[in-house]
């Protein structure tokens, strides 16, 4: 069973930038991806960002579609969620997961796909 543990949340001005990271231990990392998803109060958790093993190839949410990269370093167990150019309606928890099997295009973005949900990291735009 993979455990993940997010980090590098925190306040930030429209317009900067944050690094999160989510750390894998107990299993390796899943052996087809990790996905990133947020909440926003009050809104459902919406998919981020996804990267697949393999090839290395990655999605995107259209809102955060050239702003947001997303990368592993496999020495680390860690994948990262790099955010740039951040806007207020970034704000929200943020949370990492497992693929549970090889998905394609929009199918990386349905969560009944993930596993290992980790507790989150919150991130806070401000205006």
């Known amino acids: 069973q993979v455990q993940l543990l997010e980090s590098g949340g925190g306040l930030v001005q429209t317009g900067g930038s944050l690094r999160l990271s989510c750390a894998a231990s107990?299993?390796?990392?899943?052996?087809?991806?990790m996905g990133w998803f947020r909440q926003a109060p009050g809104k459902e958790r919406e998919f981020v960002a996804a990267?697949?093993?393999?090839?290395?190839?990655?999605n995107f949410a259209d809102s955060v579609k050239g702003r947001f990269t997303i990368f592993r370093d496999d020495t680390k167990s860690t994948v990262y969620l790099q955010m740039n150019s951040l806007k207020p309606e970034d704000t929200a928890v943020y949370y990492c997961?497992?693929?549970?099997?090889?998905?394609?295009?929009?199918?990386?973005?349905?969560?009944?796909?993930?596993?290992?949900w980790g507790q989150g990291t919150q991130v806070t735009v401000s205006s």
């Open positions: 107990g299993r390796a990392f899943s052996l087809y991806g």
């Open positions: 997961a497992a693929m549970k099997d090889y998905c394609s295009g929009s199918g990386c973005a349905d969560q009944q796909r993930y596993y290992g």
């Open positions: 990267v697949r093993w393999g090839l290395g190839t990655t």
